[in-house]
């Protein structure tokens, strides 16, 4: 049983490692894709509300 048990902890850890790999690769290419869409346009069409507080001061 305690065999079994280990077998499905570490099942668990690899699968958990696994998971974290694939989202930080998808976080990775979402960052990138956003980064390429700013610097094709301009970051204000991004962020209207920090120009708009930028204009009141």
Known sequence: MKKKQKQ???EAIFVDILVT???CKYIYKVCIFLFNLML???PWNF????R??????
Not at 47 to 50: D, L, N, R, T, Y
Not at 52 to 57: A, F, I, N, S
Request: charge should be positive.
């Open 21 to 23: 790999e694939v989202y």
């Open 47 to 50: 962020f209207p509300q920090i």
């Open 52 to 57: 708009g507080r930028w204009t009141r001061w």
């Open 40 to 42: 094709s346009s301009s």
């Open 8 to 10: 499905g902890l570490l």
